[in-house]
Every structure is written in C-alpha cells, then in structure tokens.
C-alpha cells in the first residue's frame, strides 16, 4: 500500500467520508432524541384528610407524622396511612399549578411515588407521566381533563400493572394475594404475566398472584347518569332554585372545569336564605340489592353560616336521598358537608329537623378536593327502622345565605 499513493489517498476519503455519513446522520438525531426525551420532575404535593399518615422521604430516611400539607415531594417518597385515615396527593406541571392528576389514599394503605416526569421541551410528543406502586390498601385515581399535553398515570400493584390514559376516575385496591381495579369513568389496561385487559367505564377485573387478569368483569353497577357531568346537565339532572326574597339573587349551577374535574358549581351571594341544587329522578327498586353505597367528590369554596345553621340544614353541600320503605312510607336520609365549624353548644351538628337514619354532617378541609364515601345504604336505612324498598330520587344543593362548592364522580354503586 505504501507503494500505492493513490490507494492510499482513496481510502482515506473513503473513511472519512462514511465518517462524515455517520455524524451527519448521528448528530441531529442523537440530538432529537435527547431533546425529545428530556424531562423536568413535576410538583407532588400531599394533604391530611383524616386520622395518621406517615410520610418517609428518600431524604429524610425516618416516617414523618402529616400534619396538614406536605409539598415538592420527589419520587421514592413512601406513603403509610393507619385504619380510617386518608389523604390526597396531587401533582402538577413544573412550571405552573393546574392539576395532571389527583390519588386519594385510603385507611391501611401504603404506596410509593415512582415516577413524576414531565417533557422539557414543548415539540416532545411523549406525555405527562405519573407512576407509583400500591403494596397494600386502596387509592383512588383521577386523570385530570382540560390538559395540553395527555397525561398517563401507571400504578404498579404486586400482581399487575396499571395504565391509565385516559381523563377518568378509577379505583385499585391490593389485598393478600389480589389486585381489584375498577373504572368509574375512562379506560385503563391491566397487565400480568404478558396478558393485557381493558376496562372501559363501569367495568372491573381482579388479577391473583401469578396469574393473568380475569377479564372483564361486572356485578356492581353505578345507578346514576352523568355523575360525572362529562355530558350536558340536562342528561339526566335537573336543576332547582329556592329563596326567601325574589328581589335577591337566586344563586347558581352550572358545570364548570375545577382542578381538572367536570364538576357542577352552587354559587350563591346574598343577605337572605336561598338554596340551589340539581336532583335526578331514579325510582328504582332495590329490594335484590345486596349493597348501595354512594361516592362523591366535593370542593368546598366559602360558606358564611358556622357548622350547618341553627337547625343544621344549611350547608355548602347537602345530598339527600328520597326512598320508600317496604311499608310504604317514604323517608329522607340527609349528608351535609361543611369547612366553617363552631363548638357553641347551641349550633347543631345534624339536621335536628330531620328524622332518622341522617346523622351528623362531615367537617371537611376547605379549598381541596375531599372524597367521600357512604356507609351501605342498605343497612343503614335498615338499622333505623325503614328498610328500603323503592329508591324515589338523589338530590345535590347548597343551602344558606352565602355559599360556594364544587361536586363531581357521583355514583350510586349497587351490589347485586
């Protein structure tokens, strides 16, 4: 070859220009990909709803008792909640404060955050992405609607993998040996041992160790239409407006987008007593019911009157259920929610017009998402003495003088 200048001269050129080749082509797309795939931690932040958590950040090493709100968590953080406690974990974008998505944690659960990534760079394609284990208890899960960028949420259980893609509201819970997952509203993919189910709303699936999903499943089934107020109002709700003067504003109801939830708006201003609310009609015989419990998502605003009112019935949420009991006779069993709370023994903590089987109403946190969850309906009715028969209707309003809140995921779940 060194004989050979020619040769030699073209193998250089040879090389470097494949060299070249190479680079040109390696450069740009090693570039887009690392600009593509780059990610800034996204803000997590968690509530004390009721009762003890425990929060261990990787940093700290030891569990720190929640007080109220602890913020820009990072993944690794482990969660633990004792019997009947909960809390609410929320997480946002790095660079303002909407919401991607909410996880309510309920009592004997622990969980761990695994992930919280988010695009640096707004021509990525890839998505908002939320990922953390459930080794025991139950969560529930809201994707966030009304966000640019799609926003995934995967939950890794002992037994399975969970993603949800899709705005909704969905429920996991792990047990000994069992995964359980339902979805209330969206779609979510359950995956074990290289087999994958999809759920769309109002379907479930448990998945046992070592074993694939057991497919679709049924057996409990939300009685109530748009509860979820994805559809016009007018699908399946109507609307009511009372007051004590025609000359004060009659208060309002409308659907409107808070913390990333479709939820219905009461919202009222004025010096006289005025409630607003909606109420569907249902008229269902629940006698071959096995369960009936109602679940909710509430977010208090303002309300001006302490605890409920001088007779406890005029709360910044209020949700009645009209039902017949096997006499014949009709009943109404009352939930109140309130922020604004008082220890004056004459301020009452329940409706002390109304009868049994209504109890006190909930004192819950304001300005934050608060889910709740009923006692069996069945049972309790039963226990007051008037088992139910026919269930007539369910009704929302606020109930006051001043008064603001949100509702949203109202489902009636039955058992039969």
Request: charged share 20%; aromatic share 8%; proline share 6%.
């Amino acid at each position: 070859m060194h004989n050979n200048p020619q040769r030699v001269a073209w193998t250089v050129l040879i090389v470097a220009f494949a060299l070249f080749l190479v680079l040109a082509l390696a450069l740009p797309f090693g570039m887009r990909t690392l600009l593509v795939n780059s990610t800034r931690g996204q803000r997590a932040n968690i509530a004390l709803g009721a009762g003890s958590v425990y929060v261990t950040r990787p940093s700290v090493g030891v569990p720190e008792a929640l007080f109220d709100t602890m913020e820009n968590l990072l993944p690794g953080v482990r969660f633990e909640t004792q019997n009947a406690s909960r809390a609410a974990l929320s997480f946002s974008p790095p660079d303002n404060r909407s919401i991607l998505g909410t996880v309510q944690l309920y009592g004997d659960t622990e969980a761990t955050l695994l992930e919280l990534n988010t695009p640096r760079f707004q021509f990525s394609e890839r998505t908002h992405r939320i990922s953390l284990s459930l080794t025991r208890g139950r969560l529930r899960a809201s994707v966030a609607l009304g966000v640019e960028r799609p926003v995934t949420m995967i939950v890794h259980t002992p037994q399975a993998k969970i993603m949800l893609e899709r705005p909704g509201s969905y429920s996991v819970e792990v047990r000994e040996n069992q995964s359980l997952v339902a979805v209330r509203a969206g779609s979510a993919s359950v995956s074990a041992q290289g087999k994958s189910t999809l759920l769309e709303p109002e379907e479930r699936t448990t998945v046992n160790t070592g074993s694939v999903p057991a497919g679709v499943l049924r057996g409990e089934r939300n009685l109530i239409e748009n509860g979820s107020f994805s559809a016009p109002l007018t699908d399946g709700w109507t609307t009511f407006q009372n007051r004590q003067r025609s000359d004060e504003s009659a208060g309002t109801v409308e659907v409107k987008v808070q913390q990333g939830r479709a939820a219905i708006h009461l919202n009222r201003r004025g010096l006289s007593w005025a409630e607003v609310g909606i109420r569907q009609e249902l008229g269902l015989d629940v006698r071959d019911f096995q369960e009936l419990r109602l679940h909710l998502a509430t977010w208090l605003t303002f309300q001006n009157l302490r605890n409920c009112g001088s007779l406890g019935s005029e709360c910044p949420l209020i949700v009645k259920v009209d039902y017949q009991d096997t006499a014949g006779n009709g009943h109404e069993w009352l939930q109140g929610f309130f922020y604004l709370g008082s220890d004056s023994s004459p301020i009452p903590l329940r409706c002390v017009t109304c009868g049994p089987p209504t109890g006190n109403h909930l004192q819950i946190p304001l300005g934050r998402w608060y889910l709740y969850d009923s006692p069996d309906l069945l049972s309790l009715f039963a226990t007051a003495g008037s088992p139910p028969a026919i269930i007539n209707s369910i009704s929302f309003y606020a109930s006051g003088h001043n008064f603001e809140s949100y509702l949203t995921d109202v489902e009636l779940q039955a058992v039969e």
